[in-house]
């Protein structure tokens, strides 16, 4: 089971910047989990946020200003009695701090309208094997898209099960497979997401359970064999698997 960083190392980092990627790395992931949006000059950059309000506290609608503009913002975590700032990065320099050998899952939280952009940026600056590459995001048609355009890479399906608790576990894995979905990004109690991580896996898919931060639950998805776990905290994970001697 491979750990990957949810927006970074965000405990220790301002989420979804360059620092809290290469903290990724100090800690132990495997791979982080970052957020895509669209600049009003349509340059694609990490955030999470539709405005910069929450991270910066100025608020700003991220498509509405251009990336000079919003570049100029401190982006800041809290950290015991200490702020740590980084800035908004392009999606190159995260391209650019993501090691060799290491994965990326980039979440498209905007529309369709990223995926020229993003694929003609990624064409550029993709410094190694795409198959480390991953694109996931709530929307079908955004990954009906993407999977057009980027053929070699990994798309994901986000599922919310606490949002959707009446879904059909095995249509949702059935209608992944024929849309030429990867894998499943899967979000819940561990109960549910274990039926849907072995219903997936059973159909050839990948699986991803996030967010995870509790340590015995963790223990379980690797005792089921899911492929990526999505924490908060990937230190801890990482200390976790190695002292169960994985």
Known sequence: MKIIAHRGSNLKAPENTVSAVKQAWLDGADGVELDVRLTSDKKVVAFHDENTKRLTGAEYEINKYSFDFLRNLDCILQKDSENISDKIPAIGEIVDSTKDG???????????????????????????????????????EVLINIWSSFHEINIYKLIDLDRNPNMNYLNAVNEAVKNGITGLGISGDFYRCRQMVILAKSAGLKTNVWTVDNTEIAAKYHEIGLDYLTTNNPALMRKTLTMGGN
């Open 102 to 140: 290491k994965e990326l899952f980039l979440e498209i939280k905007c529309g369709k309208e990223i995926i020229n952009p993003l694929r003609e940026k990624l064409a550029d600056i993709f410094p190694f094997d795409k198959k480390k590459l991953s694109i996931i995001s709530f929307l079908p």
